[in-house]
Structures are given as C-alpha cells and as structure tokens.
C-alpha cells in the first residue's frame, strides 16, 4: 500500500453528516482550509435527523444554511399533536402546540429527509472550498499540538495536518475513543420509535404527530418531503406492544401499541425502522 503524500489544513473533520457538512460549510465559507472525512459513498436513509426543532431553524438562519435546507426540500410544521390511545383524536388535535409561535419569526419545526440533507449540506461544504473526501476507511489521530489524521482512501494511506480535529462521527464516536474522551450520559428512561414514512395520503404536511404511550413514548417523524408509510403493525391482543404498527390518518380512534423488533425476536420484521434509547 503506497502514502499519498503528506497534506495540511486549518481543520479536519470526521464524519460528513448533517453536523460535520454544516460545520465544514460554516468554516469553509469563512476562508479556512477544511478536509471532511466520510466513510459511506452513498448517504443511507435512517431514522435520525429528520427534524429540526424551532431553535434549530433559527441557528440554521443564523449559519447561513436555513436555504439549504429548504432547497433540499425541507417542509415547516407549524403545530405538533399529542396522539394518544387513552384519548381521542379531537382531544389530541385540540392539545396542538403552536410549533410557529415558539419563537419570533420562526414558522415552526423543519422537517427534511436525512440524506437528502447530507447530500445537500455536502455540496454546499464543496462549493464553500472545503475538499470532501468520501470511501475512506480506517481514520487515526495522533494528538498533538499539531494533530495528524491518517486514513485509507482506494488503497492509498494519506497523512494529513492540521491545527484542529472534529468528531463528528456520531455519539459512539470512534474518534471520542482515540482521544479517550469519557462520555458522560444519564441513563436512558424512555425509548422513542422512529419509523421512516412513505406516502402520506392524507396527513398535513405542516403536522408533527406524537404517538404517546404512558410505559414508553414513540415519536413518529414525518417527513414533509411527502413521507409515510411505516413499518405495518397490527394492535396486540395480550397486552403487549406489536412489532408491527398499522397507522391510520388524523382521524384514527386510537394509535396501536408498538414495539422495538429486538425485544420480540420471533416476530417478522417487514420494513426496517430504528429504535434507540431517548435520553
């Protein structure tokens, strides 16, 4: 294996996600020479970064990036309705929140599909000046004063420099380990269900249904790019959750009991969905 010879930046940052694209445009846009590093091709879709709260449109606006988003075709909720089997759907849709008057000018939460967000944050990274680089494989920081970031791209070993590292490779951050970083996190007490949506038929766009149980709370993001279909599950009849959710609309009677695919083993899984502790 041959050594691409040696490089040097204001900044490398590891993980070209929604966090690591965004920052890499930010600091690119500011003149700084920045690498991204990230080791998928092709962005996958999952159930995570979907939605941004209000705030978050807001620190959007304030990067620069709030476009982007939108261009990407990010869709406003303006209100966020509390569905919930022990009540009915009037009641839930009378408990609305306001999403657009959480804060001044802001017209509610964002929501936007994950890859289609990383891509679009990825070009506008590029088109600021940062280099992208993605297919790479088996990053390694050695710290310093000056830190240094080796990796494999198509069978080569690069060696990089530069003054700052970022870890933006989620929160089982392998750069974390290197850098022997504790992580410091409360004990998981809820755990939220997100199921990737397909066909939305008749839910509202502007609409951020919440499916709320009292053992456990399911969040059910919405994509606004014209999503929902979801992972079909049926009510259980003993009392249990069912791995298998079948939604109706707004108008439902009532939402299904759900549950995470990894505590009933036995049960088919039709469509993949995520289910991960919430903190």
Known sequence: MGTFPREEFDVIIIGGGIAGNALATVLARAGRAVLVLERSTVYRDRVRGELFQPWGVAEARRLGLYETLIRAGGTHHSRAVPYDETMAPAEAEAAAVALDKVLPNVPGSLGVSHPVACQAL?????TAGARMRNDITAARVEFGSTPTVRYQLNGMEHVTKCRLVVGADGRDSAIRRQASIPLHATEPRLM??????????GWPKDQVPLALRVTWCSLFCLRALSACGCTSCTPSTNGAASPVPRLGGPSSTAFPSLACQKANPSRERRRPGRVRPTR
Do not use: H, R, Y
């Open 122 to 126: 990825s070009m506008a990274a590029a």
């Open 192 to 201: 939220g269900a997100g199921l990737l949506i397909e066909d939305p038929g």
